[in-house]
């Protein structure tokens, strides 16, 4: 059965094609009444009955559903679904947007097929015109040339800053060593978050509290050495945006030239790389936070 209520405590049980579950619980609401009303039209608004095909969209149809139990109950509104009157329909479909009076409509109209126990006067407004109009959405105007090139040329910056962050951070984990047989320092960070790979700060918090030199501001520390050594969604985004074509590639290593990671390979595909080196014509950035490769100088792509 795709979805059945159940009493004790009230709720609706779904089962999707796919064979996943959903139990919507409906037993703190403050009127059961209505609330065990809604809860058949809800389940007849199931697949194949209905148009609830998913979690997600039985997800919104309960949720409209609390909303309209506990809205009318605010209003004073103590019977059940056959008790409901057009002035407690329409004060609640008048205060709520078209999302909530579309849903509720479909499970009042799905109730009533299911049970008829509407009254004429509510059949009558469940399934005549609606209050709300569909929300219209207007396209966004279109960048001028101007705005593409400014955003073009502010993901270049960030790109540039990214990679001479990265090279910094590198050069410091070279001179580095374990902080954890020795003290907390800069240096000593970026060598083992190399090592570790882009760990969340409470991990290196974890090891290292007792290790002298750790502070609170360490923490902020490993942030952004992690993000230097390791490209942010947002230095990716603006790789794409400057023109840098990405293919991703996973690295799984633990040793002192490569950390474990899922690293980006840039392959430019126009204008120069990183601080407008000199053009080459095949060279890649392999950017996966160990040591920087002969080939991680960004130039121009091959055409």
């Known amino acids: ?17 796919r064979g996943s579950r959903l ?14 009303d ?6 007849m608004r199931a697949h194949p009955h209905g148009g609830v095909g998913t979690r997600r969209t039985a997800g919104n149809e309960a949720a409209a559903l609390r909303h309209m139990v506990n809205t009318v109950s605010r209003n004073g509104f103590t019977g059940a679904a056959a008790e409901l009157t057009p002035a407690v329909l329409l004060r609640y479909w008048l205060a709520c947007g078209y999302a909530r009076e579309s849903l509720t409509r479909l499970l009042l109209r799905s109730l009533d097929a ?3 126990s509407l009254s004429d006067a509510v059949r009558e407004h469940v399934h005549g ?16 040339e101007g705005e593409w090139r400014r955003l073009g040329q502010a993901c270049q910056e960030s790109v540039t800053a990214s990679w001479a962050a990265h090279r ?4 410091q984990a070279d001179s580095g060593e374990d902080p954890r047989a020795s003290v907390v320092n800069e240096q000593n960070l970026a060598w083992l978050v190399r090592q570790l790979g882009p760990l969340p700060s409470s991990h290196f918090g974890h090891h290292l509290w007792q290790t002298p030199g750790w502070t609170a501001r360490s923490a902020a520390s490993v942030t952004a050495i992690r993000e230097a050594l390791f490209p942010t969604v ?18 799984s290593t633990r040793s002192r030239t490569s950390a ?7 392959a430019p595909r126009r204008a120069p790389g990183w601080g407008g080196s000199s053009p080459a014509r095949s060279t890649t950035v392999n950017w996966a936070g160990g040591r920087a490769p002969t080939s991680c100088t960004p130039t121009t792509a091959g055409r």
């Open 1 to 17: 059965m795709p979805a059945r209520v159940v009493d004790d405590p009230l709720r609706v049980e779904f089962t999707f094609p």
């Open 23 to 36: 139990c919507v619980a409906l037993h703190d609401l403050p009127n059961q009444a209505l609330a065990r």
């Open 38 to 43: 809604l809860a058949v039209g809800l389940a």
């Open 114 to 116: 299911a049970t008829g």
């Open 129 to 144: 015109r609606y209050l709300h109009d569909v929300q219209r959405t207007h396209p966004r105007a279109p960048y001028t």
């Open 168 to 171: 910094r951070v590198l050069a």
């Open 234 to 251: 947002n230095v990716m985004i603006s790789c794409f945006r400057s023109g840098w074509s990405t293919a991703g590639r996973c690295a």
């Open 260 to 266: 474990s990671s899922c690293g980006l390979r840039l």
